[in-house]
């Protein structure tokens, strides 16, 4: 892998790949970490962190918000309960109170989702119902 570098990734890592190198990566995961600290975005974490703290399902679809919720954790290292506490109180209050009422106890983020997702599907079939009328 390490010789299949191009472009400006060669040229950062040569000096420590060279043979006669002083000090040479000891693995790939070095040098990877070394590709990393050079081209990731240094805030990335912290605009992370900022956009998961102000996310709130408010008036978009479930699956929207979910998208947004997984995409924004997925740089961040919580664990399943805290996502699971978190999206609680980032849902919307229809949710809430479902959730509320609700005596399942959910054992993963998955199947908290699954319980939302079709909460969500049937409150909004309900909502067309009763404006269709």
Do not use: P
């Not at 081209?39 to 998208?67: M, P, W």
């Not at 949710?95 to 908290?112: G, P, T, Y």
């Not at 969500?120 to 404006?131: E, F, G, I, P, T």
């Amino acid at each position: 892998m390490i010789f299949r570098l191009e472009g400006d990734a060669d040229q950062q890592t040569y000096a420590k790949r060279r043979v006669d190198a002083f000090s040479f990566y000891q693995s790939l995961s070095e040098l990877l970490k070394h590709l990393k600290e050079i081209y990731e975005d240094q805030n990335l974490i912290q605009k992370c962190r900022c956009k998961y703290v102000a996310l709130k399902q408010l008036n978009k679809l479930f699956s929207s918000f979910y998208s947004e919720f997984t995409r924004i954790f997925s740089f961040l290292n919580y664990d399943d309960i805290i996502l699971m506490n978190d999206i609680q109180n980032k849902i919307n209050n229809r949710l809430q109170n479902a959730l509320s009422v609700c005596l399942i106890e959910f054992s993963s983020l998955d199947k908290l989702k699954i319980f939302l997702q079709d909460v969500n599907n049937k409150q909004r079939v309900n909502y067309q119902l009763r404006d269709e009328q």
